[in-house]
């Protein structure tokens, strides 16, 4: 069994594979972060055969951890990579008990972080890789997390999963040297994983204080609309996906982002679109 040991932000992962292939892979697209064999992990995960046939004769990978969702079909032996990007989600998702998680994006700068949630296909990952390259630093892009105590988030820079046309638009704006391989015909269409840049991995363990919260929608008219508080704490229950296990202190948690934090839904027909509301709204916060 080989494997592959990364630290990204506050947490570690490490990866298990009977191919190395996938975690040579995956060691390029973490190149930049802290990888370290002798570090404890806080959570695991294993890729393997679903049987021994599936080893050898068009292979599939199984998606095996600490944590594992018994219904999961296994992916095919080239989107391996894939299956270990699934496997930290699913994780962290399913195993976080300290700090509040959130389905979202997130952006940082002068210490005020942009926290960008929606539906999957609303494009908060691609504006905030977009961001990420015209002077924000890109904190994370499929959890945000917030600590209950200090309020803060922090950061958890993972490489951006970007999916079908997004993959097009990104190129416009980095060099190939950023991207992983592409991965045709997944469950979610064709997707690459886009580097961070090396900033926003040597700064992974400084936090930010939440100052905005952004709902997305990507194809849609210019606009801009307030989003009261009872309505932002009910769609962030349900981008959180281990409020109900914080308790008390999940509500807390979220009752203060909601209370200090204003919240605006954003509609836009393209990613500079986009960029443009999203800086027009964090100039106002000053």
Sequence with gaps: MHSFTVSVGPRSFRIGSVW?????????????????????????????????????????????????????????YDQAILAAEMG?????????????????ASVEKDGKVLILTGESGSGKSTLAAMLGEQGW?????????????????????????????????MQALAGEERFGPLLKDTPKGDIRHFMPRAEAVSRMTEPGTPALILFPRFGARRAIRPVGQGEAFVRLTQASTN???????????????????????????????????????FEDLA
Aim: proline share 8%; glycine share 6%; no cysteine.
């Design 243 to 281: 409020y109900t296990m914080l308790g008390e202190r999940g509500f807390s948690a979220l009752t203060h982002l909601v209370q200090s934090v204003p919240a605006r839904a954003i509609d836009y027909m393209s990613g500079a679109e986009g960029i443009s509301l999203v800086e027009s709204l």
């Design 20 to 76: 190395k292939a996938p975690l040579a892979q995956l060691a390029r697209l973490y190149a930049h972060y802290p990888q370290s064999a002798e570090a404890i992990a806080h959570y695991r995960i294993r890729l393997d055969a679903p049987s021994w046939l599936r080893r050898h004769i068009r292979p599939q990978v199984a998606i095996q951890g600490d944590y594992t969702l018994p219904e999961a079909v296994p992916l095919p």
């Design 137 to 169: 630093r890109l904190m994370g892009d499929e959890f945000a997390l917030i600590d209950p105590e200090t309020g803060q988030a922090l950061p958890f820079p993972r490489p951006v999963s970007l999916k079908n046309e997004a993959i097009a638009a």
């Design 88 to 104: 930290m989600n699913l994780q962290i998702a399913l195993g976080e008990r300290r700090l509040m998680l959130l389905h979202a």
